[in-house]
């Protein structure tokens, strides 16, 4: 398959691959247990596109729990008390 093909007959392979795909799932829906099926994969795609978006979500709160420590780090160090000698009494 060479990349200069016409657009026109990849079109045509997309709508006929298309077609393909929705009489396929037409099929599986006729089968005993067809339609359960589909129900189940259907529930499953909308599962997995929640969990995608979850996951997105974590990179944000790492970068907030980095810049979170790095925070607490500097107000440690700011606090920490500085130990100075006990005073000796004068002999």
């Given at each position: 398959m060479t990349?200069?093909?016409?657009?026109?007959?990849e079109k045509d392979f997309?709508?006929?691959?298309?077609?393909?795909?929705?009489?396929?799932?037409q099929?599986?829906?006729d089968l005993p247990g067809?339609?359960?099926?589909?129900g189940a994969f259907n529930d499953l795609r909308?599962?997995?596109?929640?969990?995608a978006k979850k996951v997105r979500g974590i990179?944000?709160?790492e970068l907030r729990v980095a810049q979170l420590e790095k925070d607490l780090?500097?107000?440690?160090?700011?606090?920490?008390?500085?130990?100075?000698e006990p005073k000796k009494p004068a002999a």
């Open positions: 990349t200069t093909e016409n657009p026109k007959t997309v709508t006929r691959l298309a077609d393909a795909g929705e009489e396929a799932l099929r599986i829906s067809g339609q359960k099926a589909l909308n599962r997995v596109d929640e969990l990179d944000a709160l780090a500097t107000l440690k160090k700011a606090k920490a008390p500085t130990r100075t």
